[in-house]
């Protein structure tokens, strides 16, 4: 069941949790699930939890001038205590159009301790009628006092679209050394903001090279141009084995792993399969 419909199946069952933080995909993609959600709450002509697009509400919302609906973002490199403060403020007042008042909280994995600390109150009694919505890209930087106080939801891998661009680093990573591979590759890996979805389409550019060596069908193939992907050669069980190592680098961020440290395992992984020196 996608994110979406969990949402969906809440609020048609009256079981909708007060505080969320949504992680997987990218920030575009944890903020559409928040503003599908703020708009479902307020929509005027609500049917099976779906919103109109086409109410006041809902296109003040898209608009982004919803009285209703709170959006905080980092103030500079994190969300401030100043930035909680005046938003616990703004959450004192009942909803000004008489719906449900929702905040959404972008680079929530930024904030201060302080400003944790400081939201941790608002979690524990929020106001009637206020949902509170976390966006995170690494959860396991958030306070366990804060996320135990958050139903998490998680966008599905079929909703992470696959990239061709992002299946460059294929290319990359077999035509590297090991060197290049730890001061090069890696930094740019851990700077992605969507880690989730380039490791996906990583996988996939792999796997579409193995088909090609094993079978040399180009319509079995999801990746568009082979001729740069394939340029270097591998033996199938080389291939297969970088494909499980990618596959079990993304089971373990979908646990919450540390991102750093799985991606220099999969650095090594990846150097041992293609025998890179190390």
């Not at 009628?129 to 998490?152: F, G, K, M, N, W």
Request: proline share 4%; glycine share 6%; charged share 25%.
């Amino acid at each position: 069941m996608s994110a979406y419909e969990q949402l969906r199946q809440a609020i048609n069952n009256d079981k909708l949790a007060h505080a969320y933080l949504f992680i997987g995909g990218n920030e575009n993609d944890r903020l559409k699930l928040a503003i599908y959600l703020a708009m479902s709450l307020n929509c005027q002509n609500n049917g099976n939890g779906n919103p109109c697009n086409r109410c006041q509400s809902c296109q003040q919302i898209i608009g982004g001038n919803h009285p209703d609906l709170h959006l905080l973002v980092p103030r500079g490199a994190s969300i401030k205590i100043d930035q909680i403060r005046q938003l616990e403020m703004q959450l004192e007042f009942k909803s000004f159009q008489g719906g449900a008042t929702v905040a959404v909280l972008q680079g929530a994995d930024t904030m201060t301790d302080a400003a944790a600390n400081s939201l941790l109150k608002t979690l524990e009694e929020p106001p009637e009628r206020t949902y509170i919505v976390l966006l995170a890209e690494h959860p396991d930087l958030i306070l366990p006092t804060i996320r135990s106080r958050c139903q998490e939801l998680r966008l599905d891998q079929k909703e992470i679209e696959w990239s061709s661009e992002k299946a460059i680093y294929w290319q990359r990573l077999i035509q590297s050394t090991f060197e290049g591979i730890i001061q090069d590759i890696l930094p740019d890996l851990e700077e992605e903001e969507d880690l989730l979805g380039t490791l996906h389409s990583m996988a996939l550019a792999c796997r579409d090279q193995l088909v090609w060596q094993l079978t040399g069908e180009e319509k079995l193939l999801l990746y568009p141009n082979k001729e740069n992907l394939f340029s270097v050669e591998l033996l199938p069980s080389q291939l297969l084995g970088c494909y499980q190592a990618i596959q079990k680098s993304l089971s373990a961020l979908e646990c919450n792993a540390n991102r750093r440290l799985v991606l220099e395992v999969l650095a090594f992984d990846l150097a041992r399969k293609l025998r890179r020196d190390i």
